[in-house]
């Protein structure tokens, strides 16, 4: 409003309703570009795959739709490589989400320590993630080969026989999970680092003072001090554990996730339907299953969050 | 071509697709007019595999012949990747090359659904070319209209390579026609490798996979996946059962160096001795030396193919509908199909050719790799002796959901019946 008293004499002869339209709007015009984007990019392939999530398209002849309605979306309940790949998605995301943050909060409460050296050792945390995928997920690859891998090799100094990490499905998912760790785990430390650095100072001295140990300072001090940090991981990690995708593709490059779909997740068998098959309204139904699949997780997550929250207050 | 090749290195696949269609993006400017006006033109070619064409110095000889002409090749390894992004961009009728290649598994599925999408040679008079190439070869790219959708490069003719190293030490003859007449037959062949088994080499096996065992021996036969009339019948076709029965058994038996084909621990095992035998269609040989290297040189010989003659895989090249230079583009593919330059080809690269003229003209070809073994000769009969496959437009995926389930029989141990089943089940998720 003082922007209004102080603009009037510089514009005297733009009429009062122009300009009381253009204050009005302005601000819309101003985000206009990215709404413009997000709608041809996010928004209109959103609703255009639901479109054709009804229909029975191929790529090969995309221009004979038949309508199906939600019969595209009822075969996924009998799909029994549907709920292979929902399990694995389950599966994958819990033995690389976990120790993830687990190792990240380890390294992020070691950083935080007054250490020679640190500046370098955060950027380097940060490395594996600035690696892209495919690079990294070719190497471990490489790593885990049955007959010439170095893993096996190691393993057989210690008098291990050698696994096959690509076949079976327990070997198989831990060493796709293994990438994830790797790719993620630098990352999170440097989030959770960034949420300890904002707890203040005096917590820790108080609770010196009274004989906490280090270990009672973690658990008592740092951990509830990181709480909003550490829903914001659990989030953004159970996205990234559903979307799950390039790691499983490019682990054997099979689109199957194996020969017997032991590591298939949801974003692989999307593909695998689309793009190995050519079956795009069954695609497009798996994409609109993971999207609201992602939207109750998140939303579940909230919930514990909130309710966790309501509980510390009310005592 | 072969269905997959070697590694996957997706990376370097997108990094193709990217650049091709860079190239397209280069070259858009000029069309087919300005191209004769100042007879300069630059031809796109997007292939899978190895054709050989740039390794055998096809190119730079097409460039030299014709003044202005500057060819550009853009290469996938594995043809599935090719595959899907060809298709992708045939979707979106963008980015296509001038010359896109076709492996035979999928020409059905070119003639019956995307006929649209393809120039009919005829119009460029492909029709004179006609006695030129074998007439199995020649049909399978010929449309429901009598059109000319590709022309042919290769074929696969089967046969068997073998290490004769190997064999020595386990006491096996390494004479290629005394062996092609001990494993005459499929049985002959597993028993023989029961017996390499027992002498062997530590961490040798006798096959590679049970997959290469099964495509080979399915490559023998007329009807695979598909009936002449289009049907889908590979459930119950008795010669599949019986190439799945031989692979079962061999998996069974510890035949296999459970080897993923084209997987980097595949391409690893050749140099390291993991396998004595590896079905062996032309296209192999190629390989083979560039896996096995100088140092294999000698030690592998090839011989007949157990249980007669058959063909895997082969090639088309094929002009898009919405390429930029398709005057151009033909000229190019009718003389790199043309009888001189296949046979060319086959002797330095070893793909086989499809134009009969060539087929002559190799008669003699010996490969000093394979101890002098009389290629020529070999794959030539075989390629004369092999049945005329029933395509259908879904062979690739089938396959591979068979190979699969064999693969779970040979890796994991799974109950054979079981895998039968999951390859079923595989396939009815595939075609439906």
């Given amino acids: ?315 | 071509m072969p269905i997959a090749r070697a590694a996957k290195r997706r990376a370097v696949n997108l990094g193709a697709v990217v650049l091709a269609g860079a190239l397209l993006a280069a070259c858009g400017g000029s069309s087919d007019s300005s191209d004769s006006a100042d007879g300069k033109v630059t031809i796109t070619v997007d292939l899978f595999g190895s054709f050989g064409y740039k390794e055998a110095g096809l190119y730079e000889e097409y460039e030299k012949l014709n003044p202005g002409v500057t060819i550009k090749q853009t290469d996938t390894e594995d043809e599935a990747d090719y595959w899907k992004s060809l298709q992708t961009r045939l979707a979106g009728g963008g980015g296509l090359a001038d010359v896109q290649g076709i492996e035979v598994g999928r020409i059905a599925s070119v003639t019956q659904q995307q006929a649209d999408k393809f120039e009919d040679l005829k119009k460029y008079g492909a029709e004179e070319l006609k006695n030129e190439f074998a007439d199995a070869k020649w049909s399978a790219a010929t449309g429901k209209n009598g059109e000319v959708l590709g022309l042919g490069t290769d074929v696969g003719p089967e046969a068997m390579c073998y290490r004769t190293d190997l064999f020595k030490k386990a006491g096996l003859p390494t004479d290629r026609e005394e062996l092609a007449q001990k494993w005459s037959t499929w049985d002959g062949y597993v028993e023989l490798g029961k017996q390499y088994l027992k002498k062997a080499p530590k961490k040798s096996a006798w096959i590679d996979s049970v997959g290469s065992l099964y495509s080979i021996m399915i490559g023998q036969e007329k009807e695979r996946y598909y009936n002449a009339s289009g049907d889908l019948i590979w459930e119950t076709n008795p010669a599949l059962k019986t190439a799945w029965d031989t692979s079962v058994e061999a998996a069974e038996s510890g035949l296999s160096a459970k080897l993923d084909q084209w997987s980097p621990q595949w391409n690893q095992a050749f140099a390291a001795g993991s396998f004595a035998t590896i079905p062996c269609p032309a296209w192999m040989l190629g390989y083979i030396k560039g896996q096995a290297g100088d140092a294999g040189k000698g030690t592998w010989d090839i011989a007949k193919l157990p249980g007669g003659a058959g063909n895997w895989g082969g090639s088309y090249l094929a002009v898009p509908k919405a390429a930029k230079n398709k005057e151009a583009a033909y000229k190019l593919i009718k003389w790199l199909t043309a009888p001189e330059q296949q046979a060319k080809l086959f002797e330095k690269q070893g793909n086989f050719p499809s134009a009969t003229g060539a087929i002559d003209k190799v008669a003699d070809a010996k490969d000093p790799y394979f101890n002098d073994a009389p290629i020529g000769q070999i794959f030539g009969d075989a390629a004369k002796a092999a049945p005329v496959q029933v395509l259908g437009i879904h062979d690739q995926n089938v396959a591979q959901q068979i190979t699969n389930a064999l693969s779970e029989v040979e890796r994991k141990g799974t109950d054979p019946d079981k895998a039968w089943s999951n390859a079923k089940k595989g396939v009815e998720n595939t075609i439906g």
């Fill in chain 1, 1 to 315: 409003m003082t922007l209004t008293a102080s603009a009037k004499p510089i514009s005297p002869s733009r009429p009062p309703a122009v300009r009381r339209a253009w204050q009005k709007f302005s601000p819309y015009a101003y985000i206009a570009p990215f709404f413009t984007l997000f709608a041809a990019f996010g928004l209109f392939p959103l609703i255009y795959t639901a479109f054709v999530s009804l229909y029975r398209v191929e790529l090969q002849t995309p221009g004979d739709m038949e309508w199906r309605g939600l019969d595209n979306y009822t075969a996924l309940l009998s799909d029994d490589f549907f709920w292979t790949s929902l399990r694995n998605t389950f599966t994958i995301g819990v033995i690389s989400t976990v120790p993830q943050l687990v190792m990240a909060l380890g390294l992020a409460h070691l950083l935080n320590y007054k250490l020679r050296g640190r500046t370098f050792l955060r950027t380097a945390m940060l490395l594996p993630y600035a690696t892209s995928v495919a690079a990294a997920t070719l190497v471990f690859a490489q790593l885990f080969g049955r007959d010439f891998g170095l893993i096996n090799y190691v393993l057989g100094l210690v008098g291990i026989d050698p696994v096959d990490w690509q076949t079976g499905t327990v070997a198989s998912q831990i060493a796709v999970s293994t990438i994830v760790i790797w790719r993620w785990t630098g990352y999170n430390a440097l989030i959770y680092l960034a949420g300890m650095q904002s707890i203040p100072g005096e917590l820790y001295e108080a609770a010196e003072m009274d004989g906490a140990s280090k270990w009672r300072q973690f658990f008592h001090v740092t951990l509830p001090g990181l709480r909003p940090t550490i829903v914001f991981t659990v989030i953004v990690s159970t996205i990234g554990a559903t979307q799950l995708f390039g790691e499983p593709l490019l682990f054997e490059g099979s689109v199957s996730g194996g020969i017997s779909h032991q590591y298939q997740t949801l974003g692989l068998y999307m593909y695998e339907q689309g793009w190995g098959f050519f079956h795009l309204g069954r695609a497009a139904a798996i994409a609109w299953v993971m999207f609201l699949l992602i939207l109750v997780l998140v939303g579940v997550n909230t919930l514990i969050a909130r309710r966790r929250i309501r509980k510390e207050a009310g005592r």
